[in-house]
C-alpha cells in the first residue's frame, strides 16, 4: 500500500512538472515601468509642474489672505462696529473661498494624475498583452498585485516591457 501511494505521487509529480516545464510564466513590476519608462517620466514631470503652479497659486491666495487680515487688525480700532463686523463677515467669505477653491484644486490635480496614470498603465497593458501572445508566455503577472511574496528574477520581463514600451512612444 505504501509502495502504490509512492508511485501514484512520483506519477503526479511528474505529470505536473511536464505541464508546468510547457507553461511560459514571467512577473512584471508595473510600478517600476510607471517611474522608469519614459512616457512615465514625462507624465510625472508634466504633473510636478502643475503641482508647482497649483502650490504657487495657493500660495499667493494664502498670502492675499494674510494681508487683508493684517490689514483688518489695523483698522478695526478706526472702524465703526458695523463697518469691522463687515469687513469681518467679507473675511470671512475669503476664508471659506480659499479652502474650497483648495479642496476643488487638489480634487482636480488627483483626478488628473489618476488620468494621466491610467492611460499609461493602460498603454503598458497593451504592450505586456502583445508581448505575452507573441512571445508564448502562459501567465504574466504583476509584481505587487498579485502578492508575489518571491519570484526569481529571471522570470522578471518588466526591463523588456519598458524597452518595448519606450520603443512604440517613440513611432
Known amino acids: 500500500m505504501k509502495r502504490l501511494f509512492i508511485l501514484v505521487v512520483a506519477g503526479l509529480f511528474l505529470a505536473t512538472s511536464t505541464v508546468m516545464a510547457a507553461n511560459k510564466i514571467a512577473y512584471i513590476d508595473l510600478q517600476r515601468i510607471l517611474t522608469e519608462s519614459e512616457e512615465g517620466k514625462a507624465g510625472r514631470q508634466t504633473m510636478e509642474k502643475k503641482a508647482e503652479q497649483l502650490k504657487a497659486k495657493l500660495q499667493l491666495e494664502d498670502k492675499k489672505l494674510k494681508d487683508m487680515k493684517v490689514e483688518l487688525e489695523k483698522q478695526s480700532v478706526m472702524l465703526s462696529p458695523e463697518k469691522k463686523a463687515q469687513k469681518e463677515r467679507e473675511f470671512k467669505r475669503k476664508v471659506k473661498e480659499f479652502q474650497i477653491l483648495a479642496q476643488d484644486s487638489q480634487q482636480e ?18 504592450v505586456v498583452q502583445d508581448m505575452g501572445k507573441k512571445e508564448g508566455y502562459t501567465l504574466i503577472l504583476e509584481k505587487q ?26 513611432k
Open 109 to 126: 490635480f488627483r483626478q488628473e494624475d489618476a488620468a494621466v496614470s491610467s492611460r499609461i498603465i493602460n498603454e503598458i497593458l497593451k
Open 145 to 170: 498585485e498579485s502578492h508575489v511574496l518571491y519570484a526569481d528574477q529571471a522570470i522578471n520581463i518588466t526591463d523588456k516591457v519598458i524597452g518595448i514600451y519606450n520603443a512604440t512612444k517613440k
